[in-house]
T-cell receptor, first 114, second 111 residues
Framework: NAGVTQTPKFQVLKTGQSMTLQCAQD?????MYWYRQDPGMGLRLIYY???????DKGEVPNGYNVSRLNKREFSLRLESAAPSQTSVYFC?????????????FGSGTQLSVL | QQPVQSPQAVILREGEDAVINCSSS?????VHWYRQKHGEAPVFLMI?????EQKGHEKISASFNEKKQQSSLYLTASQLSYSGTYFC????????????FGQGTELSVKP
């Protein structure tokens, strides 16, 4: 099983450029998440989706948009990248419901905005 | 809303014990613990779903005090492989699965 697949693994952008980070899971999970990780800040939640067709803001949603395209895919879009968005981005998924389960993480995307 | 972890960093010799604490200002539904090695994704250690629950994973165990809104991770007889950054993740009731992480505790185990 592939688990959670993120693309790309690395990306360099210029300020003002746009891009979409892709995430797909093959575990039939209903909930999906996007986190960013900066040194000393831990993992901060950007957006999450509890089911297909729903999305909710996390701790740091400004400057980002998301799309839950279907149950498998959850994309993160930067419309106009800024240097402050330089970070490592992790997508994660899990089953939630009567009992919320553990998160499965993708391998991460290292994004640099110059 | 972000849980607070303490200490921020700890250095151990092999065989020593450590405790990492995670506290929240809000009533918790569950607490997760993950470990991350440099350059890798976080890896699940355990999840605690009920107040007072304690779980174990090899020489790593955790407790969840619902009344105090806190959890502790216990690492006993530490090994070199325990080095990494430990994160607690917390869920609050009725927030649709929102999972927020603390800032992390960096653990270094020396020979």
């Amino acid at each position: 099983n592939a688990g959670v697949t993120q693309t790309p693994k690395f990306q360099v952008l210029k300020t003002g450029q746009s891009m979409t980070l892709q995430c797909a899971q093959d575990m039939n999970h209903n909930s999906m998440y996007w986190y960013r990780q900066d040194p000393g800040m831990g993992l901060r939640l950007i957006y999450y989706s509890a089911s297909e067709g729903t999305t909710d803001k996390g701790e740091v949603p400004n400057g980002y948009n998301v799309s839950r395209l279907n149950k498998r895919e959850f994309s993160l879009r930067l419309e106009s990248a800024a240097p402050s968005q330089t970070s490592v981005y992790f997508c994660a998924s899990r089953r939630t419901g009567p009992a919320n389960e553990k998160l499965f993480f993708g391998s991460g995307t290292q994004l640099s905005v110059l | 809303q972000q849980p607070v972890q303490s200490p921020q960093a700890v250095i151990l010799r092999e065989g020593e014990d450590a405790v990492i604490n995670c506290s929240s200002s809000k009533a918790l539904y569950s607490v997760h613990w993950y470990r991350q090695k440099h350059g890798e994704a976080p890896v699940f250690l355990m999840i605690l779903l009920k107040g007072g629950e304690q779980k174990g994973h090899e020489k790593i165990s955790a407790s969840f005090n619902e009344k105090k809104q806190q959890s502790s991770l216990y690492l006993t007889a530490s090994q070199l492989s325990y080095s990494g950054t430990y994160f607690c993740g917390t869920e609050i009731r009725n927030q649709g699965g929102k999972l927020i992480f603390g800032q992390g505790t960096e653990l270094s185990v020396k020979p």
